[in-house]
């Protein structure tokens, strides 16, 4: 760890049948991808995020498909480590299909927060550099998510999902974790008949912003003011609609509108409110295009597109574009802006490459860099945060993924003319448990 801080500085068996449809649709889906929990797995595979998951959207419970894919992505199977019967189970479905399950466990241990300055009889208290004279921050495991998932689908048309997460609820000693913003629960109806038809999203649901990542450390839906808070958290689920639309193979769209309580409470425990003051209990709306080509000859696979997601003064603006060859890597870029009340203003960009080494194990680089300005209290405050992260996704067996990476990040922060500035580098573990 390495820092640079000015004193006032706060802070599987699975069935024939199923194996073949997994296949077959790999190989010759003409459907173009979008923008899912794992974006790499739709950009190397050439199929969209509604093969694997009840969604168009992508995240959230999966289907058949997508439990068996996952059930043949590990080093070894169960019967490698003695449970020789899971690798025979044919499905995460029961009462004849119309009743699916599964769960998302997700944990990370990590250091955050701000490194302290130290003081030695070598230099003034509170200004410090080096390895030796910083106070790292605490290592702590944070429990992001432990969300059962039940599906029911009573005609081939109708869905009905949801889950709840458990890592937000105190049970005993156990304490809750919560990010601002972030629902304990979501839950929604899907309403999609033929292909040609938009598929129709009703309850309680993520609005489909930009690139849905996996992981909640990614700049993208930050803000540099605030770096370690997503303005957009995991989990964020607001009461509303959305149509999600495929007309052609390349082409999407997707348009919704929705209550903005939870927006408002991310955004009213951040240094300035961008949405206004007065903004609680109004609407959000959002909008989103995007060009999905696929080169099959060449097995290639790419998206471009664009969201606009809002409420009140609140304005937040995201550009992607990916690429990837089928199951070689992708490379993805993103670029998000958001404006709004106290002058607020972000501006963040990542550029994301992934490698499979094997199916079972990607390596990963990601850098990225946040900006923001904002008027607060004391003044003008200006904000920058870098990233770089380089790490692995690592199948070991099936339903279980871990990332351990390495992450470097330079941080500074001026507000009413007093500065802060710091250096951070640490290992890092992810921990994904999932069905």
């Not at 049970?171 to 629902?183: D, I, V």
Request: neutral net charge; aromatic residues 10%.
């Amino acid at each position: 760890m390495m820092a640079l801080l000015h004193a006032n500085a706060a802070r599987a068996g699975l069935s024939a049948r199923i194996a073949v449809v997994i296949a077959c649709f790999t190989a010759t889906s003409l459907t173009a991808p979008d923008a899912s929990a794992l974006p790499r797995m739709s950009l190397t595979a050439g199929s969209p995020c509604g093969t694997c998951h009840i969604t168009a959207q992508g995240g959230g419970a999966r289907n058949e498909i997508g439990w068996g894919t996952e059930l043949f992505t590990r080093m070894v199977g169960f019967e490698k480590i003695g449970l020789a019967s899971w690798d025979e189970a044919e499905s995460n479905q029961l009462l004849g299909g119309k009743v699916a399950i599964g769960v998302d466990v997700r944990t990370q241990l990590a250091r955050l927060g701000r490194p302290k300055a130290k003081a030695t009889g070598k230099q003034e208290a509170g200004f410090f550099s080096g390895f030796t004279e910083a106070e790292k921050p605490g290592l702590v495991v944070i429990p992001m998510f432990f969300q059962p998932y039940v599906t029911v689908t009573p005609t081939p048309w109708i869905a009905l999902t949801g889950g709840y997460n458990l890592s937000t609820v105190k049970l005993g000693p156990k304490e809750a974790f919560r990010y601002p913003g972030q629902s304990p629960w979501d839950a929604q109806l899907v309403l999609h008949g033929d292909a040609k038809w938009p598929q129709l999203r009703l309850g309680k649901l993520q609005p489909t912003i930009g690139v849905r990542h996996d992981d909640h450390t990614i700049l993208i839906r930050a803000d540099a003011l605030e770096p370690r808070r997503p303005a957009i958290p995991a989990g964020y689920a607001e009461y509303g609609g959305e149509l999600n639309y495929q007309p052609r193979s390349w082409l999407r769209v997707d348009a919704g509108a929705f209550m903005n309580q939870g927006l408002f409470e991310s955004m009213n425990s951040r240094p300035v409110n961008p949405m206004g003051a007065n903004s609680d209990g109004g609407l959000a709306w959002l909008g989103r295009v995007s060009l999905l080509p696929q080169f099959l000859d060449l097995g290639i696979n790419t998206w471009v597109g664009a969201s606009a997601f809002g409420s009140g003064a609140y304005l937040l603006l995201n550009g992607f574009i990916g690429v990837g060859k089928n199951e070689l890597g992708s490379l993805q870029l993103e670029m998000s802006r958001s404006t709004g009340d106290g002058a607020y203003e972000t501006l963040n960009m990542m550029a994301l490459a992934s490698y499979n080494v094997k199916e079972w194990l990607i390596a990963e680089v990601r850098v990225e860099q946040a900006t923001a300005k904002a008027v607060t209290k004391l003044g003008a405050r200006d904000a920058t945060t870098r990233q770089l992260v380089m790490g692995l996704q690592f199948f070991p067996i099936p339903y279980v993924e871990l990332r351990p990476e390495y992450r470097l990040i330079l941080a500074s922060d001026s507000e009413g003319g007093l500065k802060s500035e710091y250096a951070l580098g640490q290992y890092t573990l992810q921990a994904h448990v999932f069905f």
